[in-house]
């Protein structure tokens, strides 16, 4: 029995927790992996399927594939559910946490960059969520089936935010609360802002980007900016808008504010390098190397909720952190640690073929 008779066989069948397996059908041909699975596995989670993806723990005849790659009719998908259990992350009472604003309905942290968000293997520990139930264990209230939010790898959590970003995250204590948020979220209602520094030579005082984002089909760890109407055609990104507002112009770099209403996956990064303007030290995004900073110049400056739904309104800021607040004050001496340089052929502004 080859594999994809194999898949067949077991299609749907297997532990709910042990290795799953199907055929894609023709229903579903041309489709993206990640949508695929969750159209024949409806049981499992968007995030745990890209999270089993993300650990490679899927497989298409046998190779893995990016989330976005996308399966023909016949193919054989194979995923090993064991290695993305939603285990509960665990408690780091003593662990650093920098609190912003606490109420008896929100929580919004302060992330250092560096740090992840919320553990990705079972048992890891040193990212935010382990602090965070290290100082509010009720987010689990009743043991790990009883937890708030999205899953009880992440309890609580509203958004989430990459590694290298610093900033605000906020925590719901409730899970009326947090439905609410994730609501308000998922509407725009949920008021972000962002600062960054990028090169300032050609950037306007303000400005909106509206490139709509897709994965990037031949690099798993980036999304592509569809500037061309060939790629909106080819690749049916999601929309996306940017709206950005200069503060200050220190040297060759520029201080940019930003909001967003529902932000995709490294929108503001790829938004940024499509105009020729990738955010300092954004490497993977075609930004210019900086040693000292040691990671990309991107930080949730505020987060804000006007109120509703039976969540008090709240507004919360975190100021910008050392390591960019050095780079702008190095720019303004005309001490730049680099020459900046705002097009680079690994941005996002670079063709998928």
């Not at 695929?36 to 399927?49: F, G, K, T, Y």
């Not at 969520?129 to 509010?136: F, K, P």
């Amino acid at each position: 029995m080859n594999e994809a008779e194999s898949a067949a066989h077991g299609s749907h069948a297997s532990s709910p927790n042990g290795v799953r397996e199907f055929v894609v059908p023709a229903a579903l041909q041309g489709a993206r992996l990640d949508k695929a699975i969750i159209q024949e596995l409806p049981d499992l989670s968007r995030a745990r399927v890209k999270r089993a993806i993300d650990l490679g723990a899927v497989r298409v005849n046998g190779r893995r594939m990016p989330k976005g790659g996308t399966v023909t009719a016949g193919d054989a998908v194979r995923i090993d559910v064991a290695q993305v259990v939603d285990t509960p992350a665990g408690a780091t009472p003593d662990a650093p946490l920098k609190v912003v604003l606490e109420t008896a309905q929100v929580v919004v942290v302060d992330k250092p960059a560096g740090q992840a968000t919320a553990p990705l293997r079972p048992g890891e520990l040193g990212t935010l969520v382990n602090a965070v139930l290290g100082r509010y264990p009720e987010l689990v209230p009743s043991g790990p089936d009883g937890f708030i939010g999205h899953s009880a790898r992440e309890p609580g959590i509203i958004h989430r935010l990459d590694t290298e970003t610093s900033g605000a995250v906020v925590v719901a204590r409730s899970a009326a609360v947090f439905e609410t948020l994730k609501t308000a979220l998922k509407a725009g209602r949920l008021d972000k802002r962002y600062l960054l520094v990028c090169a300032e030579q050609g950037l306007a005082d303000e400005g909106t980007i509206e490139f709509p984002l897709t994965n990037h089909p031949k690099d798993q760890r980036r999304v592509y900016a569809c500037i061309h109407p060939r790629d909106v055609m080819r690749y049916e990104p999601r929309p996306a808008c940017t709206r950005f507002r200069v503060q200050q112009r220190a040297g060759t770099w520029a201080l940019v504010e930003v909001s967003v209403g529902k932000a995709l996956r490294h929108q503001i990064r790829a938004h940024f390098a499509a105009i020729g303007h990738p955010l300092a030290g954004d490497e993977l995004y075609g930004g210019p190397v900086i040693r000292a900073l040691g990671r990309h110049a991107l930080h949730a400056a505020r987060v804000a909720y006007a109120g509703g739904d039976g969540v008090d309104a709240f507004d919360a800021s975190v100021p910008l952190p050392k390591d960019m607040a050095s780079l702008l004050e190095a720019g303004a001496a005309g001490d730049e640690p680099v020459e900046p340089d705002p097009v680079s052929a690994s941005s996002g502004t670079d063709g998928p073929a």
